[in-house]
Nanobody, 124 residues
Framework: QLQLVESGGGLVQPGGSLRLSCAAS????????VGWFRQAPGKEREGVSC????????KYLDSVKGRFTISRDNAKNTVYLQMNSLKPEDTAVYYC?????????????????WGQGTQVTVSS
C-alpha cells in the first residue's frame, strides 16, 4: 500500500521550533519531488516548500523563507521540514505530498500522493 505519513506536529509557543517528518511506505521517494502544504481553518491549502528528488532544487513560500528549511534523506525514504521562529499564522494542518514527475513546484494538482496531515498549532 502506497502511503505517506507525516509526524512531528504539535503545540508550540511563538518563536519556537518544530521538525516535521514525511515518511513513505510502499514506494520509494528516490525519484519524486516532495512538497509540504498547509491548510488553516477557513483557508485554501497552500504550498509551503518543496524539494526535488536529488535535493538540488528547493522552493519556499515567501512568508516562510529564512524560517523553514526542507531536506530529505533518501536512505530513510523521508523528507523533513524544519520550522523555526514559528508564528501564530503558521497554525495549520501540514501535509506532505509526492510528485512522481519530480517537478518540484508548489502547485497542488501536480502532486500524486498525499499524507493525512499533522496539526501544527502556534499559540502562547
Amino acid at each position: 500500500q502506497l502511503q505517506l505519513v507525516e509526524s512531528g506536529g504539535g503545540l508550540v509557543q511563538p518563536g519556537g521550533s518544530l521538525r516535521l517528518s514525511c515518511a513513505a511506505s510502499g514506494f520509494t521517494l528516490d525519484y519524486a519531488a516532495v512538497g509540504w502544504f498547509r491548510q488553516a481553518p477557513g483557508k485554501e491549502r497552500e504550498g509551503v516548500s518543496c524539494i526535488s528528488s536529488s535535493g538540488g532544487r528547493t522552493k519556499y513560500l515567501d512568508s516562510v523563507k529564512g524560517r523553514f528549511t526542507i531536506s530529505r534523506d533518501n536512505a530513510k525514504n523521508t523528507v523533513y521540514l524544519q520550522m523555526n521562529s514559528l508564528k501564530p499564522e503558521d497554525t495549520a494542518v501540514y501535509y506532505c505530498a509526492a510528485d512522481s514527475a519530480d517537478r518540484a513546484t508548489l502547485i497542488i494538482f501536480e502532486y500524486d500522493y498525499w499524507g493525512q496531515g499533522t496539526q501544527v498549532t502556534v499559540s502562547s
